[in-house]
């Protein structure tokens, strides 16, 4: 086995080559053999090992043993103590779920701060095919059928083209020892299950099911890559980006014969799982939405408009002193005396100094709000149909600060000036306002 690994190894990790390894090591047979098999190969290697402290005196027996081979061994080790139970019940998360994230966690951290360049798991063929199998007892689409990625930003897993009995017969062979951990022959947990009892009886069925379903998963692996490939290249012709901001073209989109699956894939990354909420959207009237924990996905005319959900405090009001001449919360802006008016912009405005009431005041605008556009000969006009005209979308409107002058809207900012407070032959006292 040791050869085959070595292939493997070069065919496949060659990037691992001249590179420290952080070993992840419980104390298994997997994780020994993994250990067993580095130790012969010219790589820079260091174990870690977690104490989930779930197992009594034998989580420290497990402990104590990887410590007592690494010093044995000559290895750097590194170890920590969670305390597992307490961490679940605080985040009201399983325990498998708690233990996962301690674990991935701290690899990270400790890679980071020792300077490591890869965590390696020894995760293998029938971890991989229990894994495939609970997620399709689950319900999954493609990315659980294809089951564990062998690498994972910094996460490498080698063994993951090798079977439970060729890491079994290599560890009797050269006399490994390991610990065993008792959990695993309990039916408690669905994994157990699956590897105890549908396990076995598939692999009775078919002698070369392990193998057959390595097949498979590859085919599996290459339709992946083709509709992320296609994915990608639809989204090009329907999305836009803009800052944080990503809009869908409807008219587009709707001309797709499978559109539902593009919308999945563009849009499970970011936490959506209301899915038939979705889909519902793409037919709704404008100004609908759907949530995610961090994003909102917004119905807007011809488009779906992705963002991150930032709450708006409708009340939320910020008060200009007439001796303030930089604002920095919630805009930035700018105060300064003008001896005359020079070129106006949506970033640039002029206003008669004498007439403004101070403390200004910024605020978010509100249903009813009216002003008197500049350039309207004085007509006024609600702020909902001005928007409405200038046709911005809800997240537009949402993220749109009026300066006013007592209740008087002096600018809609950004986007027009008052009327009202505009610069006439009379004006003595001339104050330009800019919006960085």
């Known amino acids: 086995m040791l050869q085959k690994f070595q292939n493997h190894l070069s065919h496949n990790f060659q990037f691992l080559t001249g590179k420290k390894l952080l070993l992840a090591?419980?104390?298994?047979?997997?994780?020994?053999?993994?250990?067993?098999?580095?130790?012969?190969?010219?790589?820079?290697?260091?174990?870690?090992?977690?104490?989930?402290?779930?197992?009594?005196?034998?989580?420290?027996?497990?402990q104590n043993f990887v410590k007592d081979y690494a010093t044995e061994n000559d290895i750097p080790v590194f170890i920590t103590q969670f305390d597992t139970t307490a961490f679940a019940e605080d985040y009201k998360v399983s325990t498998q779920v708690?233990?996962?994230?301690?674990?991935?966690?701290?690899?990270?951290?400790?890679?980071?701060?020792?300077?490591?360049?890869?965590?390696?798991?020894?995760?293998?063929?029938?971890?991989?095919?229990?894994?495939?199998?609970?997620?399709?007892?689950?319900?999954?689409?493609?990315?659980?059928?294809?089951?564990?990625?062998?690498?994972?930003?910094?996460?490498?897993?080698?063994?993951?083209?090798?079977?439970?009995?060729?890491?079994?017969?290599?560890a009797e062979l050269h006399k490994i020892q390991w610990r065993e951990d008792s959990s695993n022959s309990s039916d408690k947990y669905l994994r157990n299950k699956i590897r105890h009892h549908l396990v076995p009886m598939l692999k009775e069925l078919n002698p070369n099911f392990l193998s057959s379903f390595i097949t498979t998963q590859s085919y599996l692996q290459d339709a992946k890559d083709m509709v992320e490939d296609a994915t990608i290249m639809v989204y090009q012709q329907v999305a836009s980006q803009e800052d944080d901001k990503i809009t869908f073209d409807l008219k587009k989109l709707l001309k797709l014969p499978n559109y539902k699956s593009y919308l999945y894939q563009w849009l499970n990354e970011f936490g959506f799982s209301a899915w038939e909420d979705i889909y519902d959207l793409v037919n709704s009237q404008s100004g609908k939405f759907v949530y995610a924990p961090e994003y909102r996905l917004l119905k807007d005319r011809e488009t779906l408009i992705l963002s991150p959900f930032d709450y708006v405090n409708k009340k939320e009001e910020f008060l200009i002193t007439a001796d303030q001449k930089v604002v920095n919360v919630p805009l930035n802006m700018t105060f300064s005396p003008a001896a005359e008016r020079t070129i106006v912009s949506n970033k640039t405005i002029f206003v008669d100094s004498d007439i403004l009431d101070y403390p200004l005041v910024l605020r978010r605008w509100n249903e009813g709000d009216q002003f008197q556009p500049f350039?309207?000969?004085?007509?006024?006009?609600?702020?909902?149909?001005?928007?409405?005209?200038?046709?911005?979308?809800?997240?537009?409107?949402?993220?749109?600060?009026?300066?006013?002058?007592?209740?008087?809207?002096?600018?809609?900012?950004?986007?027009?000036?008052?009327?009202?407070?505009?610069?006439?032959?009379?004006?003595?006292?001339?104050?330009?306002?800019?919006?960085?």
């Open 25 to 62: 090591t419980s104390g298994g047979i997997d994780s020994m053999v993994m250990l067993s098999l580095f130790q012969q190969l010219d790589y820079e290697i260091a174990i870690a090992h977690c104490n989930f402290q779930l197992r009594g005196v034998d989580s420290f027996s497990d």
């Open 98 to 170: 708690a233990a996962r994230e301690l674990r991935y966690n701290w690899f990270y951290e400790l890679a980071e701060t020792e300077d490591y360049d890869y965590i390696l798991t020894a995760h293998h063929a029938d971890d991989n095919l229990e894994t495939f199998l609970i997620n399709l007892s689950r319900g999954t689409g493609l990315d659980g059928l294809t089951g564990i990625p062998e690498q994972n930003e910094k996460v490498v897993r080698p063994l993951l083209a090798f079977s439970q009995k060729e890491l079994e017969d290599y």
């Open 375 to 436: 350039g309207m000969d004085g007509k006024s006009k609600k702020l909902s149909k001005f928007f409405k005209d200038e046709k911005l979308s809800l997240l537009e409107k949402e993220k749109t600060w009026l300066l006013c002058s007592n209740d008087n809207i002096v600018w809609v900012i950004g986007l027009r000036q008052d009327e009202r407070f505009k610069i006439k032959n009379t004006t003595k006292n001339i104050i330009k306002i800019e919006l960085d």
